[in-house]
């Protein structure tokens, strides 16, 4: 990645601070038919239902199947939705994997993909960009309601995965950014808190991995810090006082925050790689690995970049980048080892194994030159 470059998104509009029955029909006063994706534990929720409320007559289908690290087969079946309704935008509700979901199945409409192979056939490699954005707008595009803090619904690319062979996947596609983007502090209400508190921790990883770079940009290094000190007040606010909308809107404006640093052109490291293979072979949650591979990644991060870690070090509280970030983690309630997730050291060479040597392992500031460096990082997590 060039840090000469700086590409914006196909975004047109976030809409904050604003509950989804007010924010969410102006997004769709030029649609026909809308379709609702969602996951189960979502559907009966009340912001469903107000979501459900706010489209109106306009829902022309809607699906609560999606499921954790949106899987090849869930893609594919709402492609099929889809196409059945003849759907001109997709409102995504829920968290990253409803929200790539959504992103790859519009991608596999528009291009025409049906099958397993096909789909496959559209991943490129995690280091690829995003093309212009000047085309005409394909159709369907994607609202999104995120109720976690993730923050898939500010990038072009999404991930989803092969449950069979344990292997992710990464699509790009400038219009599979969400046209639009709805930040309802109380459409996190009902995430339980560790989903909730670690996706904080995945917003985290954004920042505190590109704010630690060897290449950096002055863009870059200001919404990465900002998005840090506001996380280190809003998270630990959200533990304590669970219906405080204001620390969940702050934790909201900070996530966003915390994924501008890739419109610069600076690259995340091993944290997000490792945690690639811990979701697509053990099937670890995406901010569950933050908590887990941060820390490490930093710890074996230092030799190079520790004057970077030292801001880290300065915000969260703590002698070390590392020591701070465990710190936080654990005050959060949430793990910071392998073995708290039910793995054994005795796997961490077959895990090892699975770097296919691409980034974002091999933008790490500190070279990671094989499976017996990626070996050592994870027995820091042990």
Request: with cysteine; charged share 15%; glycine share 10%.
């Amino acid at each position: 990645m060039s840090t000469h470059l700086h590409t914006w998104p196909a975004q047109q509009r976030v809409r904050h601070g604003l509950p989804v029955d007010q924010a969410l029909p102006p997004e769709l006063a030029d649609c026909r038919r809308v379709v609702l994706v969602t996951t189960r534990s979502l559907a009966q929720s009340r912001i469903a239902a107000a979501a459900r409320a706010a489209i109106g007559p306009k829902l022309a289908g809607e699906t609560s199947a999606m499921r954790a690290h949106s899987p090849v087969e869930d893609v594919l079946a709402l492609a099929a939705l889809l196409r059945e309704t003849e759907a001109d935008r997709v409102v995504a509700l829920g968290g990253g994997s409803v929200i790539d979901g959504a992103k790859v199945a519009c991608a596999a409409v528009w291009q025409g993909v049906t099958d397993a192979a096909g789909l496959t056939g559209l991943a490129v490699s995690r280091g690829a960009q995003p093309l212009g954005w000047d085309a005409a707008s394909p159709s369907p595009r994607i609202t999104a309601i995120p109720t976690t803090l993730s923050a898939a619904e500010f990038a072009p690319h999404a991930g989803y995965t092969d449950l069979a062979e344990g292997r992710k996947y990464r699509a790009l596609h400038p219009m599979q950014v969400p046209v639009a983007v709805v930040l309802d502090p109380a459409a996190t209400l009902e995430t339980p808190a560790e989903l909730l508190l670690s996706s904080g921790i995945r917003a985290t990883d954004h920042a505190a991995e590109r704010l630690c770079a060897l290449e950096r940009a002055p863009f870059s290094d200001a919404v990465s810090r900002q998005a840090l000190e506001m996380l280190s007040v809003a998270l630990p606010a959200i533990r304590a006082r669970p219906e405080d909308l204001a620390a969940r809107g702050m934790a909201q404006q900070a996530m966003w925050l915390s994924v501008m640093g890739g419109w610069a052109n600076v690259a995340v490291g091993a944290s997000h790689g490792i945690g690639y293979i811990l979701g697509a072979a053990r099937g670890v949650p995406h901010g569950i690995t933050s908590c887990l591979g941060l820390p490490a990644v930093m710890q074996w991060n230092a030799p190079v970049n520790a004057d970077r870690q030292a801001v880290i070090a300065g915000i969260l509280g703590g002698a070390t980048g590392a020591e701070a970030l465990r710190g936080f983690i654990r005050g959060l309630g949430l793990p910071t080892t392998l073995a708290e997730v039910g793995i054994g050291a005795e796997e961490i060479p077959g895990l090892a194994a699975r770097w296919d040597g691409g980034p974002p392992i091999a933008t790490n500031p500190r070279p990671v030159t094989g499976p017996e460096d990626v070996a050592a990082i994870l027995r820091l997590m042990a």
